[in-house]
């Protein structure tokens, strides 16, 4: 440990025990319990994979890999049965929806509990703090508290509020962010509602939360409600466009709209899309953390502009339902990022030996890192920033890409070479092309600013900030 | 004979979009109108769906649902005094004559229409209307984007703020 750096900061980060040691300093019967859970987990799965790689468990309704199966079986047991025909056919419809429609809620539902715990305490330890960690083992039921909490205060409804319209938003929100779930495959067989027109369902769908939004922000009858709604919906209809533009570009590439085809090309081609068109995927990133009211696009809520933005006049659990549909959004962004450019379910041949959800679940949670990663990392844009990166450079180069890829998806159909030689040469062209074409796109947008010569910070020097820096550093 | 779901959920959902449609024009609050519209659009998808139109189910929600109602919504901020009351307006006898119009000339088409044929089974639709849009009709197809290019590009135009006049202004 070095403990000789020279601000108490560094002192401070150096001091602070890393997760290994703080791991490795548990008790020893718990680490002996640890590793035997994981050697039963890494024996049962080894085996389960085993079996299911030998054929054994293939296409029988116990099958872990897909609950697809599963349902099927349900279904033929239902219609098979006594029953008269109509109530049959009732009954085969519903209880696969109904249980379908649980599993998404729970997992939904599972996440908002667990997600804002793993949140703070990440964003602590970017910030060098604790994080909450007194509420239950490692603070885990600091969000169950936090919802009692919530539950427990008085819901207050300001003055020449417009009462029909003010408790809707708060469950309205959560629509788009429960119905996007519909469309993700967990696992080859395992998907809500996996139609043909799926990415722009995907699409559609979203573009549903900027009315609830608006409605939220009009009916609470106050100026910081209305001005961050306002901002909202600019921003939501300016990134809708990038978003649009990026999963064309998915659907030229891998010529269809339904989610599983996407994830089904990427799994044959043994490639994500990520690679293939990198542009299209950061756009998507991008604009889907506008689309979400996320930092650092979160002006929709800037609390150091407007307060709490459309969301300021509601109290207790609105509030709370507004907050947890924010996170609820970003695991669905991590999911669809997941689907359409990560590989989705698939992972070069792990899916045969690990259910395709887990390996899904694992890369949601990757993406949501990065965004809590972002969140930690990176200040708020403005709002003429904002509009202005989406307007001058994220849609007009994401045209520019999207026709090459237009060419180059026309070219793969009818090229009689190896996927790996047209997808290899189309991806090394596709990463070019982008870092070419926004340079040049940012040289003709600023060919007026004058980088020779930054902008210095004037007040720091004047108050003499930057010659204490230099003095503290040495 | 249709399964007993698609019949329940066509009932279901025409009286939501004939229910909310009229709640439309008897409420006295703009806003009110435009969430019941928006409700009015999502149904109607809904009754696309019923009829395994999923390309149009969908557009209709990202079109109407998503876009023209944000429209409306700028729209209603834009226009001073127009948010909080829908009052009568001098306009009510052409908006009844020409609803009139548009109503008879559905119930026309419906009437002409033989609805007798046999009902097939559609596996997916987008695929055929891309095919029809980008192949045999790819003229309308480009005449219709060519078309909202120019508004676009038009709306930009008038709104516009040019070098001169800001000089002279300011």
Redesign the interface.
Known sequence: MNLDSPTPMSRQIAEHSTLIERFLGLPKIALLIFVLLIAALGLGNGIIGYLVVAGELDGTWYDIRDLGNVNAALRDAILSSQLNT?IA??LA?LIPAILGATGIVSVVGGWLLIGPWAERRLIAKFQIRQGPNRTGPFGLFQSLADALKLMQKEIVIPTGA?R??YF?PPVAVFIPAILGWAAIPWAPKMSFAD???GV??V???S??G??AV??AG??SNNHYSLLGA?RT?AMM?SYEIPISLSLLAVVLMTGS?QLSEIVTWQSTHNVWLIVLIPFAALAFLFASTAEINRTPNDIGEAESEIVAGFYTEYSGMKAGLFMAVELGNAILVGALMATFFLGGYTMFGLETWIPGYIILATKIGLVYFLFVWIRGTLPRFRLDQLMGFAWKFLIPVSIILMFIVAIESAIFIRWDVPAAVSLGLFGLINVTGAVIISVVWIRILFKDLDLAAPERPRLVTAVGGLKAAKEIRG | MESPGIVLGFYLLAGLTLGSGGLVFLARNLLHSLAFLVISFLSMAGLFLTLSADFIAMAQILIYAGSISVLMVFAVMLTPLASRDNSNSIYVFPALISAGGIASFVAFIAWDTDWSGPGTDFDSTIGTIGQLLLGKYVLAFEIASVLLLFALVGAIMLVHQRDEDSEGTS
């Open positions: 109509y056919g009732a419809y417009d029909f319209l809707a139609m043909d027109v722009l369902f699409i559609a769908i573009s549903l900027v009315l608006f409605v009009w009916s306002m919906i209809v709209t």
